[in-house]
């Protein structure tokens, strides 16, 4: 079946400028997960949603990021004036349930010049 | 969060060669999970590892876990070039914290 997909693939943006990174999770999974892998770095996680509810967003880095996941199945990572730094690849998994294995998307290279 | 330090950072070896990269914490893990992430994709699953001395195997990878589950090893025999990509050591509290990874080079 259909694994995790994302869109778009690959995103530039100026310094300023708002973005936003959607993902469409297995279907059926009850949990979704964003992580930022920066260059040469592991993934690191950002925040978590158990169908519409987003239980853990310590990992979001400042208040410029924001997520939802409004009917429980497609979220979008929204961020706000992005900065040099906001550069790096943000992943999304889904899971079945919670603890589960993750299946991961193929990611969204962002590049802010 | 939990520390996870992985070594070496870089691996580039001649096919047919064997390999082993490892994985440390200053903790004990939980279950520990290792990935493989090629260009462009995410990780993916290669397999899971919860009790102290575990070992899996995985057609030419083998997986070992320490009896005080503080560290972890990969080993690779005879490498292929398909087996190029990033290794990646992660520890699962329902979030994934992942280790910055060994990026492994198979050469023909």
């Known amino acids: 079946g259909a694994g995790v997909s994302q869109s778009p693939r690959y995103k530039v943006a100026k310094r300023g400028q708002d973005v936003a990174l959607r993902c469409d999770p297995i279907s059926g999974h009850v949990s979704l997960f964003w992580y930022q892998q920066a260059l040469g770095q592991g993934p690191e996680f950002l925040t978590y949603f158990q169908n519409e509810a987003q239980l853990d967003k310590s990992g979001l880095p400042s208040d410029r990021f924001f997520a939802e996941r409004p009917e429980g199945s497609v979220s979008t990572l929204k961020i706000q004036r992005t900065q040099q730094e906001d550069s790096a690849v943000y992943l999304c998994?889904?899971?079945?349930?919670?603890?589960?294995?993750?299946?991961f998307g193929p990611g969204t290279r962002l590049t802010v010049t | 969060t939990q520390l996870l330090e992985q070594s070496p950072q870089f691996l580039s070896i001649q096919e047919g060669e064997n390999l082993t990269v490892y994985c440390n914490s200053s903790?004990?893990?939980?279950?520990l999970q290792w990935y493989r992430q090629e260009p462009g994709e995410g990780p993916v699953l290669l397999v899971t590892v919860v009790t102290g001395g575990e070992v899996k195997k995985l057609k030419r990878l083998t997986f070992q876990f320490g009896d005080a589950r503080k560290d972890s090893s990969l080993h690779i025999t005879a490498a292929q070039p398909g087996d190029t990509g990033l290794y990646l050591c992660a520890s699962n509290d329902y979030k994934l914290s992942f280790g910055a990874g060994t990026t492994v080079t198979v050469r023909a």
């Open positions: 903790s004990v893990f939980s279950s």
């Open positions: 998994a889904s899971s079945p349930g919670q603890g589960g294995e993750q299946y």
